[in-house]
């Protein structure tokens, strides 16, 4: 005896049919993915994930017909998806000083504290806070944030003109390299009173085979009267518990105002 099947249940077994075919189907090849599906990978996962955290430093170097010059930028991440977002970085290009600037966003309100300036502030947006503190922190704090929080701080696409190079190792992990630019050159970047034009550069991003999270970053830059290269290293953890005194503002307290001493009238002679 031939049994029909309703409409219904024959459109339902057909789409588990093909749920389990795709469950069952191999995993494609890494070695044939494209450039983008890597990018496209890795912005899904940042983008997706319930928490991030990273330790990291950015590594610049410039030469011109004076000499060479350069600036180490050690930075953090600790972020909560619907939670707080907390942002550090140390500027060791004062010479022989140094200066540490928090950013910290917990979704209603942006506070900042950077200890060149002492003082709690509060900007509009995190975008704007982030934006201010690209020059100093030498990209690093809009690249990874711009991808955990694409629709709040506006991030374009990682790179443009992508293409995949020979694929490498760094820090123990297997990597995807895609090389491209950042954005169409010449372009001008202003770093607080000092504006200059890049006109060409190269970009790699070293992509975890495993995870997709961003391991290392290398830019070559030429400029107008200086050519520079930089490198920026990634520790990152996702989808972990990050506890909560990593995630709070914790801005250095305000030293107390000193109040001169009162002078010893002198007695007249």
Not at 157 to 166: K, N, Q
Not at 192 to 219: H, M, N, P, Q, Y
Request: hydrophobic share 40%; net charge neutral; glycine share 8%.
């Amino acid at each position: 005896m031939i049994r029909i099947l309703s409409p219904l249940l024959a459109a339902a077994l057909a789409i588990a049919a093909a749920a389990a075919a795709a469950q069952d189907a191999p995993a494609a090849d890494p070695a044939a993915l494209s450039p983008m599906k890597i990018l496209l990978a890795m912005s899904r996962t940042y983008s997706g994930c319930r928490s991030y955290r990273d330790t990291g430093k950015v590594k610049t170097r410039s030469v011109m017909e004076e000499g060479s010059f350069g600036s180490d930028v050690p930075f953090s991440t600790a972020f909560v998806r619907d939670g707080p977002f907390r942002f550090q970085f140390t500027d060791s290009g004062l010479g022989e000083a140094s200066s540490v600037c928090i950013l910290w966003w917990n979704g209603a309100e942006v506070q900042s504290w950077w200890d060149a300036k002492p003082g709690v502030r509060r900007s509009e947006s995190l975008q704007q806070a982030l934006d201010v503190a690209s020059g100093i922190s030498t990209g690093a704090s809009l690249r990874v944030p711009g991808m955990l929080l694409p629709s709040v701080v506006g991030s374009g696409p990682p790179l443009i003109d992508p293409e995949r190079i020979d694929d490498a190792v760094t820090g123990g992990a297997s990597c995807f390299r895609i090389k491209g630019k950042s954005r169409a050159t010449p372009y001008t970047e202003t770093t607080g009173s000092s504006t200059v034009t890049v006109k060409d550069e190269a970009v790699t991003l070293w992509i975890d085979r495993a995870t997709f999270l961003l391991r290392k970053v290398e830019e070559a830059r030429t400029l107008d009267s200086y050519r520079s290269t930089r490198t920026t290293t990634y520790t990152p953890e996702i989808n972990v518990d990050i506890p909560a005194d990593q995630l709070a503002f914790n801005a250095p307290a305000a030293a107390p105002a000193v109040t001169p001493p009162t002078p010893t009238p002198r007695k007249g002679r």
